[in-house]
């Protein structure tokens, strides 16, 4: 009987840190443990099983205090476990810094690490920047946590960055100061901000156009009463729409939605200044086409920065799309110089006319290109001896060809490929587990903003362990943590 009533308390001790796990990977309130998840038990007990529920809700504690601690307790065992990991391997990082909403600045790492022949991507840390966002200062926040956890600045192959002075400074950027303790390490410039800026260099002419969108933005949405009597507008008008949006710089892509949104809406923002600002209107009248070439050309960049986000990129996945989208350049451009706009429906919508068509052709970007040897089954012409004799035997081994039509990254990701063709290993991994991008991030930042709603805007993100379980892949263990607690059954 003391057996199964342990049993039992075990059981409730285990909901308790499994029900928190849930609580922290959904962003909400600690307080949602007590408030609303143990009385829908409750209710699901009585309400459905027609059992007594109370017995039931005792053994499984979700107090603000528990869950706060179940969350920590599960935070610090994946971080313990983490760094234990990287002290004994090597591994790549990408790393920014950024301001809260109370302008404590704050710096974010992630790490991507090869464990059981997968590739992993985890945060590493989350720091605040006491003495603010310059390359010395994340150096140093850096620096101290692989001090404080027993990790070797040596084992950073490569880092990626956002490409800001801060960190590529060539003197007192943080990449610099990486170097002078870690040489051979490899600095990458985050592909996206990359694609943004060339992105941002338009025209003079293109320049102005998008100049006078942003005027006619603010001239509505800065003022209060301007944005109710232009949604009422709006409204009078039947449009989908009803409000404008405003772009950013640190939201990759907020310009294009901008735009789309701003030509959407172009025929109500020119009837709403007809009485606000007669010559703000003329103005946009004349560039009409600007701002509808403008508009088709940042959704396709937007296309193009969709696929470039997400999970698990390396950079044969990004040679792939940015070759995918300059493969599509060069017919857009023949196509907008005889002025077919068939890919451009908003400047089809237009009178285009013939040096408006000059100024578009212009406008498209050389992005350059790579060559990756990926693939070394195919014909690779290698000058280096060593590694083509390396490619020779690997080319010739028909077991590990058949395993190679299985997808590349499990061909590369195998325990014996390191060890018997170390030369093209170093070579292959740089495609395969380079961060191409600061995409981690940049949404771990997102999640930081997330959690800190004005309800729990004094959530202290960088000692408290919501922010890891948020984005973690890996699974705490729980069975050695309930090995700390001494269960007692309930009088």
């Known amino acids: 009987m003391f057996a199964s009533t342990s049993q039992r308390n075990d059981d409730g001790l285990r909901a308790s840190y499994n029900i928190s796990l849930l609580i922290a990977k959904s962003a909400k309130p600690h307080t949602i443990g007590e408030k609303l998840i143990l009385p829908a038990v409750e209710e699901v007990l009585k309400t459905v099983l027609h059992k007594p529920a109370s017995d039931i809700i005792k053994r499984i504690p979700l107090s603000n205090n528990t869950v706060e601690k179940r969350i920590d307790e599960m935070s610090s065992d994946i971080e313990s476990f983490l760094c234990n990991y990287l002290q004994t391997t090597h591994f790549y990082i990408q790393l920014d810094g950024s301001t809260l909403p109370d302008n404590a600045a704050l710096s974010l790492a992630y790490v ?50 956002d490409g800001a002075p801060a960190m590529v400074g060539r003197y007192r950027g943080f990449i610099s100061y990486l170097k002078q303790n870690v040489s051979g390490v490899l600095a990458i410039h985050c592909v996206i901000h990359r694609q943004h800026l060339v992105a941002k260099n338009l025209s003079v002419r293109l320049h102005e156009s998008l100049h006078l969108v942003i005027d006619a933005l603010n001239r509505i949405r800065s003022n209060a009463l301007n944005r109710r009597l232009f949604a009422q507008l709006c409204e009078e008008n039947d449009v989908h729409f009803h409000q ?45 086409t600007d701002i509808a070439y403008l508009t088709d050309l940042f959704t396709k960049f937007n296309m193009v920065n969709l696929q470039l986000q997400g999970d698990s990129l390396n950079l044969i996945k990004t040679k792939s799309i940015l070759s995918a989208f300059l493969a599509r350049v060069k017919p857009m451009k023949q196509n907008i110089g005889r002025g077919e706009f068939s890919q451009f429906p908003n400047l089809s919508q237009t009178s285009c006319q013939e040096d408006d068509v000059s100024t578009y052709v212009r406008e498209y970007f050389d992005y350059g290109n790579t060559t990756v040897e990926i693939n070394p089954y195919g014909d690779i012409e290698e000058t280096n001896d060593i590694i083509q004799e390396e490619l020779t035997e690997l080319s010739t081994n028909e077991e590990l060809e058949v395993q190679f039509k299985n997808g590349y990254q499990q061909f590369w990701l195998q325990n014996n490929i390191p060890v018997t063709y170390p030369l093209l290993w170093n070579r292959a991994r740089k495609f395969l587990i380079f961060f191409p991008s600061s995409y981690l991030v940049e949404r771990g930042f997102s999640a930081v903003t997330n959690l800190l709603t004005k309800k729990r805007n004094r959530l202290d993100i960088i000692s408290r362990g919501d922010l890891r379980l948020t984005l973690t892949k890996l699974t705490p263990n729980v069975d050695n943590l309930l090995l700390k607690y001494q269960v007692h059954p309930s009088h």
């Open 244 to 288: 404008l949006l405003l772009p950013t710089e640190v939201r990759w892509l907020s310009k294009g939605l901008c735009l789309t949104r701003f030509f959407a809406l172009f025929e109500t923002i020119l009837e709403f200044l007809d009485t606000k600002d007669k010559i703000l209107k003329e103005n946009l009248m004349k560039r009409k």
């Open 112 to 161: 991507r690490f090869i464990m059981n022949q997968e590739i992993y991507e985890e945060l590493l840390f989350a720091r605040t920047l006491i003495t603010g966002t310059k390359g010395e200062s994340i150096f140093h926040v850096l620096k101290d946590y692989f001090i404080e956890k027993a990790i070797p600045l040596s084992n950073i192959i490569s880092v990626a960055t």
